[in-house]
């Protein structure tokens, strides 16, 4: 049996269409629950207007890029089982592609090689899927990060803010330095990212245009993403 033929499956499609759904139930419950819970807790409405739109305009470049990727993906493992595993965000997208090829390899084969078959595929499939455990420990433990916060914070808001911006800080700093050593591309798109935020911040205060710094970490990275790409070949 062609291993394509499995990918591609009507039950696979089905699978990533239930996982999909689930998915954005979610996140409109979730939403509608911050939604409650600023209102309850006296927040003005332009405010709460204002967190959404900058969180909006903030996940434009991430998920952008999520895009890309799982076009690649997509090519590689097929676009059922890419959507099946992706739709929802079940593994990382970043990792899917590099944990296929090496099951694939470890399995005495080449992965998007016109030989590749069923039993390169199963193994592939088999390590995305236990890779993708992490992210159900995360979310058994997700429950206690409340109380977590709560006890670093002592319940001061302002020291929260702190905390958070400090973690945002710490994320794009590893990311950004752990491909930019890698060089060539990867070196190109995180300095051009770098520069172009800088250049947007500066021009929304020389603007006096506040709100146009939320659409600056988008623009970045889609300016870095070309740079580096560009620069690739």
């Known amino acids: 049996m062609d291993w394509k033929e499995v990918a591609n499956g009507l039950w696979i499609w089905i699978c990533g269409g239930i996982t999909s759904g689930l998915g954005l139930y979610m996140a409109y419950y979730f939403y509608k629950r911050a939604i ?7 927040v003005p ?66 992965f998007g090689d016109p030989s590749f078959t069923i039993k390169g595929f199963a193994a ?15 979310a058994i433990f997700t ?31 590893y990311y950004s330095v752990s491909n930019a050593i890698k060089g060539n591309g990867f070196l190109v798109a995180v300095v051009v990212s770098l520069l172009s935020s800088m250049f947007l911040f500066k021009l929304a205060d020389w603007m006096k245009r506040p709100h146009f710094k939320e659409w600056a970490l988008g623009i970045a990275m889609f300016v870095g993403m070309i740079a580096g790409k560009l620069y690739a070949g």
Not at 36 to 42: E, K, L, T, W
Not at 147 to 167: F, H, N, Q, Y
Request: glycine residues 10%; charged residues 15%.
């Open 124 to 138: 592939a499939v088999f390590i995305m899927n236990i890779a993708g455990w992490g992210w159900a420990v995360e």
């Open 143 to 173: 429950r206690y990060l409340g109380k977590a916060r709560e006890k670093l914070t002592g319940g001061d808001p302002k020291l929260l803010a702190v905390i958070a911006a400090c973690s945002m800080v710490a994320v794009f700093s």
């Open 45 to 110: 409405k332009e405010e709460t207007r204002s967190m959404v739109r900058g969180a909006v305009i903030t996940a434009i470049g991430p998920v952008l890029s999520n895009i890309f990727i799982m076009i690649a993906l997509a090519v590689a493992i097929s676009p059922g089982l890419a959507f099946q595993r992706e739709g929802v965000g079940v593994g990382s997208v970043f990792t899917e592609l590099v944990q296929a090829s090496n099951a694939a390899i470890a399995a005495g084969e080449k």
């Open 36 to 42: 409650s819970f600023m209102h309850n807790s006296g």
